[in-house]
């Protein structure tokens, strides 16, 4: 089945990292002109500072030749209006997390194979762009362009330029929305067009709170590229609960963005686990702009044989009295290579910044390898920051308890695996997050430590060598 | 049930057991008492299979087959425990999965079926209340944030649902107060049986009031220096070790010992290494950066 109405602009292939890519102005004939004009700006910004290379201090560990190798088109989306597509229901993993639920493919909502379901408090809207660009109210306008051109890299303007849709979440003030929100995005190539840029925005008035969850998944075929962009602005003491469940494809390439904007008394915890992609990266960038707001992050990535997991955080603390909590694990076996660059900032003035920022790593082969950076920039007096990283491979006093117990060297390497991840797997609470985060990571590998004792222990993970290390700055 | 014959046994470049001779009969609970550093918990790892310790010479028969051949899980399944001296913390593992895996991977080994949730639920309530351990501490990761004394009840109640032929206690009695110390005496109590035996091995004879063994051994500068019947253990708590006339051994010295540890130490954390922390510009920051093993 293939109905993908919407013609991928064509595009030149880059010449090479580090200058303009030629990135042509896409024609959108149906879009405003303010929305025109913004790609044309973000395509400028491509053009005027290429894509970066590993010598961006941010991207020195992940080379994007393999990935800008691949033609630059973007696969077409199916907007609202394409009619019957080539993903089906059948095609995405089935619902765990019930309803709301909006499945997004290569980029655009797909209304037939979203659920919304009447589960959602009056008042919270959730609107695909490309059906309502045409309104006059200039709320998206307003949502899309308040960061135009100040990119930190060319991905993140490629979005702007090439979004074909945006999803919004609009909470209005004080909605409360108890059923997890699911965002399902699905890359799917067509033909020569591998890219997409997939975009949710998401806002969140005064009080409001809700559960989100980012899931994304590459379906078979050629290898695609996922460029994905989420904002989050939280209102006055707003609290939203952020997962991002990546299991694309290893042989995909994944690139996403939570860009976050804190108001007073506003809190964001964003959990990530990161299994799939070739290269698989996943940056975070929040501001604490209001007083008191609070942010946590952790994460947890499981890199295997031929993958790259890189995970830049930005921390800014701008506003007194915030609360900054970072706790990354990273299991790495084979040849697989993590990073993680972890950036806290103290703009002056923050005075009363209380932030912890921590990244472990385990690695379990020799040729594995981790680079972690975790960096402070202070600028504020009275603040209590600390920050750790730890790169290791098992404990060997514990896998011998295990062993003098009876649990053979195998299964015993397993269970401290599990257990270095279980950390972070917790944090997934007890319900159905937690069990979609447990099937991902037992996909890759990881035996799942059940609470209530009931699994037998399968033993998934391969066998250990005495690791080499990683790499000091 | 236990022949040692002879064992040496070295770490690194030193020789820390210099033949080591001890048979423990079937049912019988044997103590092997000696000052610090003579290679009690030495013996105890050898026992237990424990990598960094080499056996240069001598034997271990189990039950009629060679015990040094064996895998340390394969000994585990054959029903050798040891309880440790300090025991592990392993973050992240509750203590019941811990207590189920190692309990159905000893089944498997041994042919037997695995015992279900529901019956293993039962088995853990029951040993639990033996060593007087709430229940809650089991869903905490195993021996993680455990306070010395509850380290040593779960030592004693893994003894008790794993059910060892030859169980091992490497001081489980140091540093308990007087109830805890029952509950090891009662632990032990409990399994004795004409085909199950024990190796007690401790520093003071308060445990040996609670539990008189049929034999004392002393252990010095690691050999056997003296065997006797348990009024053996009295004598050594009125007059001390040092009266002891031990054979001569080569002095070893203290610090010969304790480089030799920090060298093996070093060896483990280079293999996984690195990190650094970049601080910029401002002011406060507390990095800690550590290597070695990760949890
Ligand atoms: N891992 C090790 N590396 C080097 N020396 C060790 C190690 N473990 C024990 N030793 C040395 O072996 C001797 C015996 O230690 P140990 O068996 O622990 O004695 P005990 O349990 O009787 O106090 C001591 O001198 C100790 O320093
Ligand atoms: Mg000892």
Not at chain 1, 187 to 212: F, K, N, Q
Not at chain 1, 329 to 356: C, E, I, Q, Y
Request: glycine share 12%.
């Amino acid at each position: 089945m293939t109905a993908m109405t919407r013609p991928a602009t064509a595009r030149r292939p880059p010449s090479g990292t580090g200058v303009g890519m030629g990135v042509q102005v896409p024609e959108r004939a149906r879009e405003p002109e303010w929305l025109n004009a913004a790609r044309r700006q973000a395509v400028a910004w491509v053009d005027a500072n290429g894509f970066p290379s590993t010598k961006h201090e941010d991207w020195r560990y992940t080379k994007l030749d393999s990935v800008l190798a691949l033609p630059l088109a973007a696969s077409s989306g199916r907007g609202a209006e394409d009619g019957p597509g080539s993903v089906s229901s059948s095609d995405l993993p089935t619902p765990q997390l019930g309803v709301p639920r909006i499945v997004v493919v290569n980029g655009g909502m797909v209304p037939e194979l979203s659920t919304l379901g009447t589960s959602l408090p009056g008042g919270v809207r959730v609107e695909s762009m490309a059906g309502a660009v045409r309104r006059p109210e200039g709320r998206f306008q307003q949502l899309w362009t308040r960061r135009l051109g100040g990119y930190p890299h060319a991905l993140r303007a490629l979005n702007d330029a090439e979004a074909l849709d945006a999803v919004v979440i609009d909470l209005p003030a004080r909605t409360v929305v108890e059923d997890p929100i699911e965002v399902v995005f699905v890359s799917m190539p067509t033909g020569d067009a591998r890219w997409s840029h997939p975009r949710l925005i998401v806002v969140a008035g005064a009080r409001a709170s809700a559960t989100l969850v980012e899931t994304y998944l590459s379906v078979a075929g050629a290898p695609s590229v996922t460029n994905a962009l989420t904002q989050v602005e939280l209102g006055t003491e707003a609290e939203l609960v952020h997962y991002v469940l990546q299991g694309e494809r290893t042989d995909s390439f994944h690139f996403s963005s939570l860009e976050g904007h804190l108001a007073e008394g506003s809190r964001l915890s964003s959990r990530l686990l990161a299994t799939g992609g070739r290269i698989g990266r996943h940056e975070v960038d929040v501001v604490l702009a209001g007083e008191g707001s609070q942010v946590d992050l952790d994460g947890l990535f499981l890199t295997g044989a031929g993958q790259h997991h890189d995970n830049p955080v930005l921390v800014e603390h701008a506003a007194p009295g915030c609360t900054s909590r970072q706790l990354y694990k990273g299991v790495v076996t084979s040849d697989g290579h993590g990073v993680f660059n972890g950036h806290l900032v103290v703009r002056p003035g923050a005075d009363g910044t209380d932030a912890v920022q921590v990244n472990k790593n385990l690695l379990l082969s020799e040729r594995a390898e981790v680079d972690t950076r975790p960096r402070l920039e202070i600028n504020a007096d009275d603040v209590a920051c600390s920050h750790g990283a730890a790169v290791g491979r098992l404990d060997p006093e514990a896998l011998f308890y295990l062993r003098s117990r009876g649990v053979p060297e195998r299964e015993a390497r397993a269970v401290l695996v599990s257990g270095f991840a279980h950390e972070i797997l917790e944090r997934f609470g007890s319900g159905p997050i937690r069990r979609h985060a447990e099937e991902l990571a037992a996909a890759a590998g990881l035996i799942v430590l059940d609470e209530d004792h009931c699994s037998s222990g399968a033993v998934t993970a391969g066998t250990v060598h005495p690791g080499r290390g990683g790499r000091a700055q | 049930m236990l022949l040692i014959d002879d064992l040496h046994a070295s770490i690194g470049d030193s020789e820390i057991l210099h033949g080591v001779s001890l048979e423990v009969p079937d049912g019988e609970i044997h103590a092997v008492m000696g000052p610090n550093g003579s290679g009690k918990s030495t013996l105890a790892h050898v026992l237990a299979g424990r990598d960094p310790y080499e056996v240069t010479g001598g034997r271990v028969i189990y039950d009629g087959v060679d015990l040094l051949a064996m895998a340390p899980e394969e000994r585990a399944a054959a029903g050798v425990f040891l309880a440790f001296q300090q025991p592990v913390e392993i973050p992240g593992v509750p203590t019941m999965y811990f207590l189920r895996t190692a309990l159905n991977a000893q089944r498997r080994a041994r042919g037997e079926e695995e015992l279900g949730p529901v019956e293993f639920l039962a088995l853990v309530d029951t040993k639990r209340r033996l060593v007087d351990m709430e229940r809650a501490l089991l869903d905490r990761a195993v021996n993680d944030g455990f306070s010395g004394g509850e380290r040593k009840r779960n030592e004693i109640l893994q003894m008790l649902i794993l059910e060892p032929r030859l169980a091992v206690l490497d001081e489980t009695d140091s540093g308990l107060d007087i109830d805890a110390l029952r509950v090891v005496a009662d632990g032990v109590t409990t399994l004795r049986g004409p085909d199950r035996s024990a190796l007690l091995i401790t520093h003071h004879q308060r445990l040996l009031e609670h539990l008189v063994p049929d034999r004392v051994h002393v252990l010095a500068g690691g050999r056997i220096v003296r065997s006797g019947g348990p009024d053996l253990a009295v004598e050594l708590e009125a007059h001390g070790y040092a009266t002891l006339d031990s054979p001569a051994v080569e002095p070893r010295t203290a610090s010969a010992g304790t480089a030799s540890i920090g060298t093996i130490s070093t060896g483990t954390i280079s293999t996984g290494t690195i990190s650094t922390g970049t601080i910029s510009t401002g002011t406060i920051s507390t990095g800690t950066i550590s290597t070695g093993t990760a949890r």
